[in-house]
């Protein structure tokens, strides 16, 4: 295809091949001057053994930048961290506007407002269902189910194809908080003819259809009436549906409900501002847990996925200020872990099990339904919808792989598989890859963003893995040492298996190493240090069989 003619095009910048850290762009027009749409802006969380120090991970967005005066603003689909998460540190270098419906911007100016020193960031309020234009792109909301209040999909109108972005989303007709997923709309969708379909993979290898958060609710109100003691639920904050499931089931036996965990009164606060939490008796703060008897509390607490300071980690370590539990009681886990937060669920279960508390999971009863379509409804959404182009989304190669392959044996004509900063072309013609535009990750380390690319992170992971080496000497200009060089180790052992000093080892072969070099070139301070660093590795290697960092300074006196 000749550059310079009229083209609509997709890239992800992220969430394309993992689940987390969700960025999407439309772009429309020829590849000059082209105008773009940004579909979410999300973060993922990193895993303390491989990213050490490092919070969360961000799409790197050096291609908007870049493109800045051609992007249009920021659709959100839903107020979920993997689509928003990252909003509040990139959008003060992008400063565009942004558009969400009433519950996603309540909680973004919440969880802003928690935030030290975050910026103020205006967004512009769409409601449910809502209809609105940027430039070319005609962009109207489709509720879906999920689990998360309002949850969304966008239609894409444009001049050469409408595109429906799924967002995150699972049929589920009875799903606690209305609405439900908008069929009609999608069917009608379907009816005008619909170019592409863009969509969740998450459960993609999964048979069948999700149970309904009304089943779940079921099962959470007779594990609350059957209790004796106290009960505790924990579940992802964001979760309102499976809040209020808890709250009705608790008020049915007269058991007051005690938010514990800072996310949970947010979310709650927001829940009842936006009018979630209708008919919902008014909750207790944690400072009262203790004076309610046991068979009068639920306390809903924080921490699902055994976050180290979160509320529920404090309860299984018995050092939660306020909040206990003891035999008898009973804590419910009404979710699942995230891959890579089972260690940290285990333990926690483990802590609290070991005090006696009874443990309920989904293991054994429904306390929990996931919030994306398994495979029966991508079937249902495909046969709405009718799309001409299938991409998969929001998943793992393997996630995406099978959407792909249920995609083509439900007749869709084009399937295209793409990574992180692809760039491909939906219409005029077939679809395809037809380009590479700059995407990667940022690391939010303590208070700023970081490259993935930069060495801060890897250095890091070696020093916890193997430890540093410091070592100072000074030598005259020409090249004889002074006094002897200074050795310290960090994070290595004190001595070898023959109980010889590391130090020794260290401080002897950067003396040989400076002995063994011709004359000339110990005036040279690089070539002193460079030589020196391979000796202290050398020989703490040949003892330990790892090798540390070095750093060698070398002072010319
Ligand atoms: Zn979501
Ligand atoms: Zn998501």
Redesign the pocket.
Known sequence: MANGGDELVFAPLGGVGEIGMNLAIYGLGAERSRQWIIVDVGVSFASEEQLPGVDLILPDIRYLLEQRKNVLGIVLT?A?E??FGALIDLWPRLKLPIYATPFTAALFEAKRLGERGAPEIPINIVPLGGRFSLGPFDIEYVSMA???PE?NGLILRTRLGTVLHTG?WKIDPTPVIEPPTDEAKLRALGNDGCLALLGDSTNAVREGRSPSETDVAKTLAALIASARGRVGVTTFASNVARIRSVALAAAGCDREVVLVGRAMERVAQVARETGYLEGVKDFRSADVYGYLPPDKVVALCTGSQGEPRAALARIAEGNHPEVTFGRGDRIIFSSRAIPGNEKGVSRIINGLVDQGIEVITDRTHLVHVS?HPRRAELLDMIGWVRPKILIPVHGEALHMAEHATLARQAGVAQVLQCRNGDLVRLAPGTAEVIDEVPAGRLYKDGSLLVGAEQRTVADRRRLGFSGLVSVALAVTDRGELVGDPEVELTGIPEADRDGNLMAQLAFDAVLEAFDSMPRPRRRDPDAIAEAARRAVRAAIGAAWNKKPMCHVHVLTV
Do not use: Q
């Open positions: 839903h979920h993997d689509h999920h689990s998360i949850s995150d919030g």
